[in-house]
């Protein structure tokens, strides 16, 4: 009897496997043969003609005769970079936010709840557009721009903010990567301890006269005023600004529930033993509770990490150009629509399977190992 529901069920699912294969192969035929029928060209031929696509800002180097692959890069590396920034942001202020609300001061207590359920309760997008609203109505124009601090300057134009800028050999940057590639090698191959030791001094080695033989100039760029607008330092559009500090805005709130959570789930016991080995409640969090809280907060902190990157396509509602807008375009110019929509699923996917990834791997690295 066990044998024959083994049996039926192996049947049922392979006819079931073969049924959405051929529902599938039977789609992508039909939609090839109109798209031929229409004479729309398919294929992915068209990722090497120039794009002829203006990208208002990039993270990279970028001119509008680039082919379709680099200003799919371009904009893919906005999408990081943006996605970056905000899960760092987010994650900092989310700890402070959610370890305050749980403070015994009533106003701190209260200032963060408000601030976690504004954010909790508004729709992104709304925030956005009403952040991107408030550049031209509350900020002087440049020539009249605020100065809150020494070489950052804010005007409807957005901020200017002081870069650090170093200029390093490229020969220099070849050895310390092969020292850091060695490094790991030696670090994951923890079972052959006499090589392990033997790469490891090698790395050390390599990365050593990496950064003797590297003629580094480190410098500070200061923003200066001339004529009608900055010159020098690092500016952050309105667009770039909206959406770093609004999806900041938001994800925090949530960050800070999961965090509030995290420190809720540790016993008070914990908190008793600190106290008895005269800790302070500063040391107590950070050397007790925080560690502990981490088995707890991994798992729902990374789909917060994960919504951040997909939230990062509302860029395309203040006009900062990520990678779902500059795809958008791309799809326009070349009418290439089945593999734009297959390259954006796919890059979306890779970037939240990798971010995932990474989290799994360090919620395993903290687990408890029961023996």
Same mark, same amino acid.
């Given at each position: ?6 049996? /039926? ?6 006819t ?6 051929? !529902? ?8 090839? %043969? ?27 180097s970028?001119?509008?005769?680039d082919?379709?692959?680099?200003a ?12 970056a ?22 106003? %701190? %207590? ?9 954010? /909790? ?23 009249e ?8 300057? %804010?005007?409807? /134009? ?5 870069? @650090? ?5 490229? !020969?220099?940057?070849?050895? @310390? ?18 090589f ?6 090698g ?8 950064l003797?033989?590297?003629?580094? !100039? ?48 540790v ?10 080995l005269?800790?302070?409640? !500063?040391?107590i ?29 509302l ?11 500059v795809?958008?375009?791309? @799809?326009?110019?070349s ?32 687990a408890i190992?029961?023996?």
């Amino acid at each position: 009897m066990l044998s024959d529901a083994r049996t /039926r069920s192996i049947v049922i699912q392979c006819t079931l496997v073969a049924a959405v294969v051929a !529902a599938a192969a039977l789609l992508v035929s039909n939609t090839f %043969a109109n798209l031929q029928a229409r004479g729309i060209p398919v294929g992915f031929d068209f990722l090497t003609m120039p794009s002829r696509v203006v990208i208002s800002e990039a993270i990279l180097s970028y001119k509008s005769r680039d082919p379709y692959y680099w200003a799919i890069a371009v904009g893919l590396a906005n999408t990081i970079f943006i996605s970056a920034l905000v899960i760092v942001f987010s994650s900092v202020l989310g700890l402070i936010v959610g370890v305050t609300r749980l403070s015994s001061n009533p106003l %701190a %207590a209260g200032t963060c709840r408000v601030w976690v359920e504004i954010a /909790r309760n508004s729709p992104p997008i709304v925030l956005l557009i009403f952040l991107y609203s408030l550049w031209w109505k509350v900020l002087p124009p440049v020539g009249e721009a605020l100065n809150p601090l020494p070489g950052v300057f %804010a005007s409807m /134009r957005g901020f200017v903010v002081p870069a @650090i800028r170093f200029e390093i050999d490229s !020969a220099a940057v070849g050895l @310390i990567l092969a020292a850091l590639l060695l490094g790991a090698v030696a670090w994951r191959a923890s079972s052959l301890q006499p090589f392990r030791s033997g790469m490891a001094w090698g790395a050390v080695a390599l990365l050593l006269l990496g950064l003797w033989s590297a003629d580094v !100039a480190l410098f500070v760029d200061w923003p200066v005023f001339t004529g009608s607008n900055f010159r020098g330092g690092l500016e952050l559009t309105p667009e770039l600004s909206t959406i770093l500090i609004g999806l900041t805005i938001y994800t925090t709130g949530f960050i800070a529930e999961i965090v509030r959570g995290g420190v809720l789930s540790v016993g008070s016991g914990q908190w008793d033993a600190g106290r008895s080995l005269g800790l302070s409640r !500063a040391k107590i969090l950070r050397l007790i509770v925080i560690p502990q809280m981490l088995r707890v907060i991994i798992p729902p902190l990374n789909s917060q990490y994960i919504n951040v990157v997909k939230n990062s396509t509302l860029a395309i509602a203040v006009g900062y150009p990520d990678f779902l807008a500059v795809m958008n375009t791309i @799809i326009s110019k070349s009418s290439h629509s089945i593999e734009g929509v297959f390259i954006i699923l796919g890059i979306y996917l890779a970037l939240n399977l990798t971010l995932s990834s990474a989290a799994n791997w360090y919620n395993r690295r903290i687990a408890i190992v029961e023996r």
